[in-house]
Nanobody, 123 residues
Framework: VQLQASGGGLVQAGGSLRLSCAASGRSFSRYTLGWFRQAPGKERTFVAGISWSTGSTSYADSVKGRFTISRDNAKKTVYLQMNSLKPEDTAVYYC?????????????????WGQGTQVTVSS
């Protein structure tokens, strides 16, 4: 599966953005999807994930209550709605796909990655 992330940009603190990740290829509905982010000089970290088998979601503590992940299997797209953005949310955001039926909150199981989209939150 190939992934293409979009929707990043510059926003003021307190604002909102919605990221999209469009997939090509078959079996999109059988992939657990995740969003990760990487700030300059830091490791890539888990933000949110959604299971293909149950639709259950998981979030990093730092974004709980502010971010929402969702998927539309008919459109082969996963979304990340980001509200109440903070300067510390500034990073390159990546979408990724994992064949596991469960959300795994670390980088290594994800076999497919999008190219990343920059999110910058100004104070």
């Amino acid at each position: 599966v190939q992934l293409q992330a979009s929707g990043g940009g510059l926003v003021q603190a307190g604002g909102s953005l919605r990221l999209s990740c469009a997939a090509s290829g078959r079996s999109f509905s059988r992939y657990t999807l995740g969003w990760f982010r990487q700030a300059p000089g830091k490791e890539r970290t888990f933000v949110a994930g959604i299971s293909w088998s149950t639709g259950s979601t998981s979030y990093a503590d730092s974004v709980k209550g502010r971010f929402t992940i969702s998927r539309d299997n008919a459109k082969k797209t996963v979304y990340l709605q980001m509200n109440s953005l903070k300067p510390e949310d500034t990073a390159v955001y990546y979408c990724a796909a994992d064949s596991s039926p469960f959300v795994r909150a670390f980088v290594s199981p994800y076999n497919y990655w999008g190219q990343g989209t920059q999110v910058t939150v100004s104070s």
